[in-house]
Nanobody
Framework: RVQLVESGGGSVQAGRSLRLSCAAS????????MAWFRQPPGKEREGVAA????????IYHDSGKGRFTISRDNAKNTLYLQMSSLKPDDTAMYYC????????????????????WGQGTQVTVSS
């Protein structure tokens, strides 16, 4: 199973930007898709954005539309999440995850599809 390592989290003021990275330990199959999830303190894990490895199709949770951009560099086996106009509500532990199978809009933001998870990187946004 592929290992995933997130980086790029930190503490920032509202309105600033951060870019999260997720490095995979091996080649990510083009039959896969990947996603970013987050878990705010005391709340359940929620999908933020997902992307297919082959075609680059994406989907975003409403909370990140227009502010977050998910991308991947297949040559580097790395997933990114560019976050701008950050808000205090974005404070959470952010995780990247990988799944095998067809990328579908209906399920790509559900955590139950994912078989590999990173350890997470903390993002804290102050007002």
């Amino acid at each position: 199973r592929v290992q995933l390592v997130e980086s790029g989290g930190g503490s920032v003021q509202a309105g600033r930007s951060l870019r999260l990275s997720c490095a995979a330990s091996e080649y990510i199959s083009i039959r896969s898709y990947m996603a970013w999830f987050r878990q705010p303190p005391g709340k359940e894990r929620e999908g933020v954005a997902a992307i297919s490895i082959a075609g680059g199709s994406t989907i975003y949770h409403d909370s990140g539309k227009g502010r977050f951009t998910i991308s991947r560099d297949n040559a580097k086996n790395t997933l990114y999440l560019q976050m701008s106009s950050l808000k205090p509500d974005d404070t959470a532990m952010y995780y990247c995850a990988a799944a095998l199978g067809p990328f579908t809009v209906a399920t790509a933001l559900s955590p139950y599809q994912y078989i590999s998870w990173g350890q997470g990187t903390q993002v804290t946004v102050s007002s």
